[in-house]
């Protein structure tokens, strides 16, 4: 990779500097200029030309970036060398009133890789040339070029960044993009490009994202030994018949019977691109960020201009091709035993038992133990490198797909009510046993079972929501210091951190960032989502002027001052309260409850790290 040193005014530059500042004229940037001469850097300043030129560019883009400096933009090609160079020397040249054209600033290259290789018929290279320059006053410099330059890669990825935003605006039509536009205030879903004609199920199932989730078995240590379907499969949290994987495959070697492994949604990596089409400010002179009125939400498979890697797959700057998410309701290893928790019994060691998904367990919950989301962390991340309880970003992409494939928020009327409809008794948990749902494998429905209550699943995950609160990670709260719980709040919004990476309680300190997006407070049927460019993948509530139908169909709450937490989804009795989108913020740090559980994740790039 070429490497420069600092860019060097020349005499002649300078003198041109200090005529404009008399008043003489303007400066006007004309070509840069590529040497093969290696020159010492302590005498780029004397440099009135430059020798040994081999390829000369116009200017192909100007740009004031402040008031004192502008950016240059050029490239070079090789179509018309018959002979390779290295790259020594560039030089940028501007047009003096008395002088004519001048060498005006000249930079040299230190890394010796900047080779420009003849061209040979077949392959065209090129270099993009970028350089800023200081100019005494940036309003004394032309911004006209010669309209014979080329483009640059910068200018035509600028164009097609355009085109694809005009394209989002109109609507992509494209049959490998899926979409859905939301229009909140008139309660109206249609769907778009890919998915426009196609139902829930078995239309979506050929495209990746969706169809590619599918339930198997993981490692401690990461590794997929065995997918729904195969007749080694087990959902007990351990293998019961060995498992041999051959040689070149992934994960090659053989797993014997007994081997711990959890039972998990492996969730194939996608692009996302979200149109704001129409956005509200939600407190006028106030920065409380902007309520989303109407939008489209796509999503592909492959990369596209435009579109972004969901944050799912992204952690810490690195990418995934694929995250697995618990099938399962977390239920509790007691790793001094050597047995999973199979009835919720209050025995959790926080220091040394595990987070589980495996079926035919109680849910694991805070009835008398410190199950709070603090400890629920500790008990994920003791499986193993790459675990973690689910967080902001591995919610929010079983949202999105949801959304998209089910044209709607409200999935319980899309796929059912779920486990909502008890009676509270106000004194234990309440929650079914996990694994209703181990038939419907990865497809998405509801069954009922032994016990005559609803278990839902969406291509795998079972009860996401219903049956029992889930702590959410990589999520803080911190709402005003005056928030007590009384009308007076009304109106009043809190603050939302996220992250990806190095988890913590009440902060909004590195890792985690400022999201732009402002949780209203108290509770009511959610009515609009939150928006800001950076977290256009949230589902978080800025509103809730709904009902238990639309737009969203679920609730939210949020009503305690200072920093709170994050839980997801509902318990056995909240009716039509629940659902993927039913969002409490409500809780402190140190809370924890009969009705509030986890799940795990497994992210293959934090193991790596």
Same mark, same amino acid.
């Given at each position: ?5 600092? &860019? ?5 530059g300078?003198a ?18 590529a ?8 005498g780029?300043?004397e440099?009135d ?11 192909s ?15 070079l090609?090789?179509t018309? &060398? ?9 030089? &940028? ?32 290279t090129?270099a ?14 032309? &911004?006209?070029v010669?309209?014979?330059a080329?483009a ?20 992509f ?29 078995a ?23 065995a ?7 087990s959902t007990?949290?351990?293998l ?9 495959e ?7 019977a007994?081997?711990p492994?959890? /039972? ?15 956005t ?42 694929f ?10 290893y ?7 928790i ?30 709070? %989301? ?14 973690e309880?689910?967080y902001?970003?591995? /919610?929010?992409?079983s949202?999105m797909l949801?959304?998209?494939e ?27 046993i996990t ?8 497809a ?8 005559? /209550? ?29 928030w007590?719980?009384k ?7 809190g ?8 988890f913590?309680?009440d ?5 985690y960032?400022?999201?732009g997006?402002?949780p209203?407070?108290?509770g009511?049927?959610?009515?609009a ?11 978080i ?10 737009? /969203? ?7 305690y001052?200072?920093? %709170? ?20 913020l ?6 924890r ?17």
């Amino acid at each position: 990779m070429a490497e420069f040193s600092k &860019l060097v005014i020349t005499n002649k530059g300078q003198a041109l500097i200090a005529k404009m500042i008399a008043g003489e004229g303007s400066i006007e940037f004309t070509k840069i200029a590529a040497s093969s001469k290696e020159y010492e850097e302590s005498g780029l300043q004397e440099i009135d030309s430059l020798d040994e030129v081999r390829q000369t560019t116009l200017i192909s883009k100007i740009t004031r970036t402040n008031k004192v400096a502008i950016e240059v933009q050029t490239a070079l090609s090789n179509t018309d &060398l018959t002979a390779g160079y290295y790259i020594r020397t560039l030089g &940028l040249y501007a047009l003096d009133p008395d002088e004519g054209e001048v060498l005006y600033a000249v930079t040299k290259e230190t890394s010796g890789n900047a080779y420009m290789p003849p061209y040979n018929g077949i392959t065209v290279t090129g270099a993009y040339i970028t350089i800023i320059t200081t100019v005494g006053n940036a309003e004394n410099v032309s &911004l006209e070029v010669n309209p014979g330059a080329v483009a640059t890669i910068g200018d035509i990825q600028e164009l097609e960044k355009q085109i694809a935003d005009l394209q989002a605006f109109v609507g992509f039509t494209d049959n490998e993009i899926y979409g859905v536009e939301v229009d909140f205030k008139n309660n109206k879903f249609t769907r778009l490009a890919g998915a426009a004609g196609k139902t829930p199920g078995a239309s979506f199932d050929s495209i990746h994202c969706f169809g590619g989730r599918r339930r198997c078995n993981v490692t401690n240590d990461g590794k997929v030994v065995a997918y729904y379907g195969d007749g080694n499969f087990s959902t007990t949290g351990k293998l019961t018949k060995a498992v041999t994987i051959p040689e070149g495959e992934q994960y090659a070697g053989t797993y014997a019977a007994g081997t711990p492994v959890q /039972v998990m949604v492996e969730q194939p990596k996608f692009y996302y691109k979200v149109v704001p089409l129409v956005t509200d400010i939600v407190t006028e002179g106030e920065n409380h960020g902007h309520h989303i009125r109407k939008a489209r939400y796509y999503v592909s498979e492959e990369p596209r201009t435009g579109f972004k890697v969901h944050p799912a797959f992204v952690e810490s700057g690195r990418i995934n091709d694929f995250i697995y998410l618990a099938a399962f309701e977390g239920s509790l290893y007691d790793a001094s035993a050597g047995v999973y928790i199979l009835d919720d019994a209050q025995v959790a060691d926080f220091a040394a038992d595990m987070l589980s998904s495996i079926a035919n367990a109680k849910p694991m919950s805070g009835l008398t133990q410190s199950l709070t %989301r603090a400890n629920t962390r500790k008990i994920s991340q003791k499986r193993g490198s790459g675990w973690e309880q689910s967080y902001a970003a591995t /919610v929010a992409a079983s949202q999105m797909l949801m959304l998209i494939e089910y044209a709607t928020f409200n999935m319980q009327s899309a796929i059912g009510m779920g486990a909502v409809s008890k009676t509270d008794d106000g004194a234990s948990s309440m929650t079914e046993i996990t694994g209703a749902t181990v038939n419907l494998g990865n497809a998405s429905g509801a069954v009922t079972n032994a016990n005559g /209550v609803q278990i839902v699943s969406y291509r795998g995950e079972e009860n996401f929501w219903g049956n029992i609160w889930t702590w959410v990670d990589g999520m803080n709260e911190n709402n005003p210091s005056t928030w007590n719980n009384k009308p007076e709040n009304e109106g009043q919004h809190g603050k939302l951190y996220v992250a990806d990476h190095g988890f913590a309680d009440d902060t909004g300190a590195s890792p985690y960032i400022d999201t732009g997006i402002y949780p209203c407070y108290g509770g009511g049927y959610v009515s609009a989502f939150g928006y800001s460019e950076a977290f256009d993948w949230l589902f978080i509530p800025t509103e809730k002027a709904g009902n238990s139908a639309l737009p /969203v169909g679920d609730y939210f709450w949020n009503q305690y001052a200072g920093w %709170r937490v994050a839980r997801l989804g509902a318990i056995w009795s909240d009716g039509a309260h629940a659902g993927a989108f039913y969002w409490s913020l409500s809780d402190a740090s140190s809370n924890r409850y009969r009705n509030v559980g986890g799940r795990l994740v497994y992210v293959p790039t934090k193991k790596a790290a």
